[in-house]
């Protein structure tokens, strides 16, 4: 589930990240423990993926 906080961030995103950032949904909806995206539970109802070495979903 997303909140409107992540599409308001994700609007801002420039556009080579976004492009990114649906790659690495395409891995992470196949395999949710990609290595690559080091997803790991962040707090009870928060997960991390990451995107780039940089940016980070939460």
Same mark, same amino acid.
């Given at each position: 589930?997303?909140? @409107?906080?992540?599409?308001?961030? =994700? *609007? %801002?995103? /420039? /556009?080579?990240?976004? %492009?990114? *950032? !649906? !790659? *690495?949904y &395409?891995?992470?909806?196949?395999? &949710?423990? =990609? /290595? @690559?995206?080091?997803? !790991?539970? %962040?707090?009870?109802?928060?997960? @991390?993926?990451?995107?780039? *070495?940089? /940016?980070? %979903?939460?």
């Amino acid at each position: 589930m997303t909140t @409107s906080d992540f599409w308001e961030a =994700y *609007a %801002v995103l /420039p /556009p080579k990240i976004k %492009v990114q *950032a !649906k !790659k *690495a949904y &395409q891995l992470w909806k196949n395999n &949710q423990f =990609y /290595p @690559s995206l080091h997803f !790991k539970k %962040v707090a009870d109802d928060l997960w @991390s993926v990451r995107i780039t *070495a940089n /940016p980070k %979903v939460l």
